[in-house]
């Protein structure tokens, strides 16, 4: 009789090991259980500690200017991300100083590009940028698909705006 008992408390350790084993996550699955949670976290405002993290879990370059903005380095130039005082918005922002674009080039960009604007400003520098409204909430894989939009508008606004005339 002992013998079945032990056998029995034997099979129901195995059991509860087991059932220990496939409960417990892989240090994988927990941290992408972790991002997937923290991805769709609801922002309302931000700080630059904040979108440094998104920037650098993207693996995007950039520094931190006196000012407290990050500049972004993107293909050998480089872009602002500004947040607002309340930090509940946020702006990128590239400036092209040194000629390139027209506008005619801007023109063309605004009328055939969405979620952007370029324009010439009152010194003939080119700029282009994009906002984004943190105001309602939006989630971290919001900010993140934005700073994709900006990366790839930037490189798109390059190509067709600043080195348009060089061609």
């Known amino acids: 009789m002992h013998s079945i008992v032990r056998t029995v408390i034997a099979s129901c350790m ?20 972790r991002n997937q949670s ?8 931000t700080s630059t500690e904040q979108m440094e993290q998104l920037l650098k879990s993207q693996g995007y370059a950039y520094t931190i200017d006196e000012d407290g903005d990050l500049v972004w380095m993107h293909d050998g130039y480089k872009s602002i991300v500004l947040i607002s005082r309340e930090k509940n918005n946020l702006m990128f ?4 100083t040194d000629g390139g674009g027209n506008l005619e080039t801007v ?3 605004n009328q055939n590009v969405r979620y952007s ?6 010194d003939g520098d080119t700029v282009l940028e994009l906002d984004l409204d943190l105001d309602g909430g939006v ?21 067709d705006v600043v ?4 061609v």
């Open 139 to 159: 989630t971290e894989q919001h900010v993140i698909e934005w700073l994709k939009v900006c990366r790839d508008s930037f490189r798109m606004w390059i190509a």
């Open 163 to 166: 080195l348009a005339e060089q």
């Open 38 to 45: 923290n991805q769709s976290a609801v922002i309302t405002t």
């Open 93 to 96: 922002k590239a400036v092209f």
């Open 107 to 109: 023109n063309q960009w």
């Open 117 to 122: 604007r370029s324009y010439m400003s009152d």
């Open 14 to 33: 195995v059991v509860a090991v087991s059932a220990c084993a496939q409960a417990t996550p892989t240090p994988q699955a927990a941290a992408v259980e």
